[in-house]
């Protein structure tokens, strides 16, 4: 079975580009989370879908970003315009889990820099 | 503020030399504790679930404990492909499933 997969793996644009970013979960998971490591902090949560529905979107930092779950299947998370602090790891996780439970697995995330 | 630190930042163990991994947390009420394992390049693999002090989990060479303030994962004689970063996660009561708060992690090094 095929894992979490993020494409692209990295990532170099200017400052004030557009980035679109991808996630294909495992098949069948209907939970699909985005997450974002900045270089030397911690690995912080950005938005949770259920199927194609926002079930938590709090960790977004701001309206530069923007998530989208069309059809429930893959994800896309875009950056317009892309600014310096927006570079780091971000990490997409799905799960078929009951609620409550941890995202259990993981992409190997997509290292974006901004110059 | 619902914060988790985790101790030591770096480990370098030798081949069958056992320790401890800290992860302290202070949170308003926790729903579960999560740890994981990343290797370089890699997304977080998940190892195990506590929900309660008191509560231990096990896994090979792992092992993982809970109290009310903070979670150890214990390192029983360690082998070279135990080397990775081991991150430890939150989930607050109140907060979605996939709103953690994570550690920094702690990088370890076992050496043969």
């Known amino acids: 079975e095929a894992g979490v997969t993020q494409f692209p793996s990295h990532s170099v644009i200017e400052k004030g580009q557009t980035v679109t970013l991808r996630c294909d979960p495992i098949?069948?998971?209907?939970?699909l989370y985005w997450y974002r490591r900045v270089m030397g902090k911690e690995i912080k949560f950005l938005l949770h879908?259920?199927?194609?529905?926002?079930?938590?979107e709090s960790g977004m930092p701001n309206n530069r970003f923007l998530a989208e779950r069309t059809g429930g299947t893959y994800s896309t998370l875009k950056v317009q315009p892309a600014e310096l602090e927006d570079s780091g790891v971000y990490f997409c996780?799905?799960?078929?889990?009951?609620?409550?439970?941890?995202?259990?697995?993981f992409g190997p995330g997509t290292r974006l820099t901004v110059l | 503020e619902d914060q988790v630190t985790q101790s030591p930042e770096a480990l370098r163990l030798q081949e069958g030399e056992s320790s401890s991994l800290n992860c302290s947390y202070t949170?308003?009420?926790?729903?579960?504790l999560f740890w994981y394992r990343q290797d370089p390049g890699k997304g977080p693999e998940f190892l195990f679930t506590?929900?309660?002090a008191g509560e231990e989990k096990e896994k090979e060479r792992l092992k993982a404990t809970l109290t009310k303030k903070e979670s150890f994962l214990h390192i029983t004689a360690p082998k070279p492909e135990d080397s990775a970063t081991y991150l430890c996660?939150?989930?607050?009561?109140?907060?979605?499933?996939?709103?953690?708060?994570f550690g920094k992690g702690t990088k370890l090094s076992v050496k043969p």
């Open positions: 996780a799905s799960s078929q889990d009951a609620a409550g439970t941890p995202p259990r697995f």
């Open positions: 098949s069948g998971h209907d939970n």
């Open positions: 879908f259920v199927k194609e529905s926002k079930q938590d």
């Open positions: 949170v308003s009420g926790l729903r579960g």
């Open positions: 506590l929900y309660s």
């Open positions: 996660a939150v989930q607050p009561w109140g907060g979605s499933q996939g709103n953690l708060i």
